[in-house]
């Protein structure tokens, strides 16, 4: 929707609230016409029902709103002596609409009882804890878990996340209307959890820090069209930015950087990738072992313990054979340094595929890719027929900047052509990211599907509160309160936590105790 569209959608709303509300207004002893005038009607609402004036401001904060909503409704159906199930069901139902019928027919003769006992105490402390839940959730910080091991061993399945979006700045929800702390599915039910309009603009709070090269990201999926995550189905269906299945990996190049992989490794701006402490790259490497030979018990404990490496597993009781493996490069010398070990080649992808980026191209493969420019903002970049295929579809899905909108854009008689119009140049409107899995060789990424826009950029992966096998149910307590990036090996905080909560019960005790005499 363009601005002029949401200012007619926003004037339309009031003279809805008005057709709702103008004759209780004059019943609690107000002019009806305060229930036209934006903003203003809302504050004198919140009057109405003796509430803080504070929450009306709560009715303007997209996904909160809808809560807000269903409070308010409840509320004058109470303090004007209309808060029969009857009655609630109703207003549910028809999101509001019933109070038109209420206003005309019942409002002049209801009692007006602004007074809250006990009950609505109660009732309001749960709805607001529930809203201030949603507020976190949107605004501050999310719970996310690692669904596949695309960035082991840096980040393990089943590790549980919290992603602050406070650093890269929270976005504001573009999805109107949706169900509140859900993604794209309500459980259980397994049905969509919103709907694709009306849909807000893009826009963005300020946040403290930029994405910075080698940070765990999380975003939405660019070219996210599954029905649903996780599950084989068909059904393609085009999705809200902020609806897109949520995806983490390592930003390992950042606007106006250069990437490059060469048979396996990666480059960035002509130099060999430099990773920060606590990341581990993998990659499949061909382990031969000499004839007759396999992996002794004390190799295996050394594996298993320096590099959390089950090789022996993987080989026992075959002897003289060539296995395929995810390790580390530390491991791979490791191995090497084995007297039982022929040799340790890193096995290499190096065959061109048209299901790498750019789509249908057929130009590079995972372990040969590039070179490729990631754009920033204000970016003039000269299209010829090679470079169009690279931003083909960054300038048709995301330079927009609007919801479910696109650019057509094509190349026809040697031109790019943008919306019918021929251009040799074409000028970024944000920035771009290029993201990548530390588990190289198993990990689908910008590889594949290409740029991470700006407006798909959720927040940053900071704290790990919770890690449990997948495999065994064990409790990782080596990761539980543990940070994801930082200096040396990964520390845990828990007993931080537990001291905390002793000195907190424990004056809880003293305090009650002197209180009792």
């Known amino acids: 929707m363009t601005i002029t569209q949401w200012l007619i959608f926003f004037l339309f709303m009031n003279v809805v609230h ?16 305060y229930a036209l005038i934006p903003f203003y009607n809302a504050y004198i609402l919140t009057k109405i029902i003796n509430r803080p004036w504070w929450w009306f401001l709560l009715l303007y904060i997209p996904v909160v709103n809808q809560l807000m909503f269903i409070v308010y409704w409840f509320q004058v159906l109470k303090v004007f002596g209309k808060d029969t199930l009857k009655n609630k069901i109703l207003v549910v139902l028809t999101l509001g609409l019933y109070f038109i019928y209420l206003n005309f027919t019942q409002a002049k003769d209801a009692p007006y009882h602004p007074e809250h006992d006990d009950k609505d105490t109660l009732l309001g402390s749960i709805v607001f804890a529930v809203i201030a839940a949603t507020l976190v959730h949107v605004f501050a910080f999310q719970p996310f878990i690692i669904p596949t091991p695309s960035l082991e061993k840096s980040l393990l399945v089943g590790d549980y996340l919290f992603v602050s979006k406070l650093h890269y700045g929270p976005r504001i929800p573009m999805t109107a209307v949706s169900v509140p702390m859900v993604h794209d599915t309500v459980p259980v039910l397994k049905i969509k959890s919103y709907l694709n309009r009306p849909q807000f603009p893009y826009m963005r709070l ?44 390592r930003c390992v190049a950042v606007p106006g950087d250069t990437l490059e992989v060469r048979q396996g490794k990666l480059y960035i701006n002509g130099f060999p990738a430099s990773y920060p402490d606590r990341t581990e790259i993998q990659h499949l490497y061909e382990v031969q072992f000499k004839e007759g030979q396999t992996l002794g018990r004390h190799e295996a404990k050394t594996l298993k313990k320096r590099y959390d490496i089950n090789l022996r597993n993987a080989v026992k009781g075959m002897k003289g054979k060539k296995y395929v493996i995810n390790l580390t490069e530390k491991a791979a010398d490791y191995l090497r340094s ?20 750019p789509k249908g191209s057929g130009w590079w493969s995972m372990d040969n890719f590039g070179p490729v420019y990631v754009p920033k903002k204000g970016d003039k970049i000269r299209l010829d027929r090679k470079n169009y295929l690279l931003y083909k579809k960054a300038i048709e899905e995301y330079e927009t900047m609007q919801p479910l909108t696109e650019n057509k854009v094509e190349w026809k008689d040697g031109t790019a052509y943008i919306n019918g119009k021929p251009v040799k140049e074409y000028t970024f409107k944000q920035n771009y990211y290029w993201m990548m899995g530390d ?69 809880e005790y003293y305090r009650k105790k002197k209180k009792n005499g």
């Not at 008005?18 to 209780?24: I, Q, R």
């Open 18 to 33: 008005f057709l709702m509300y103008c004759c209780f207004y004059k019943r609690a002893g107000y002019p009806a016409w």
């Open 338 to 357: 084995l007297s039982s070990v022929d040799n340790v080649t890193m096995f290499l992808d190096t065959t061109s595929s048209k299901r790498i980026f």
């Open 439 to 507: 588990n190289r060789s198993n990990s689908e990424d910008s590889r594949v599907w290409g740029f991470v826009p700006w407006t798909h950029v959720m927040g940053k992966a900071v704290f790990i509160w919770f890690s449990r096998d997948k495999d065994d149910g064990r409790i990782r307590w080596e990761r539980v309160f543990t940070t994801v990036h930082g200096k040396g090996k990964r520390v845990s905080y828990l007993w931080t936590l537990f001291v905390f909560l002793i000195l907190y019960f424990g004056w």
């Open 206 to 249: 300020p946040g403290f820090q930029k994405v910075k090269r080698n940070e765990i990201v999380v975003f939405n999926w660019p070219a996210d069209t599954v029905e649903q995550f996780f599950t084989v189905s068909k059904r393609r269906i085009r999705k809200p930015i902020d609806k897109k299945s949520n995806y983490v990996k």
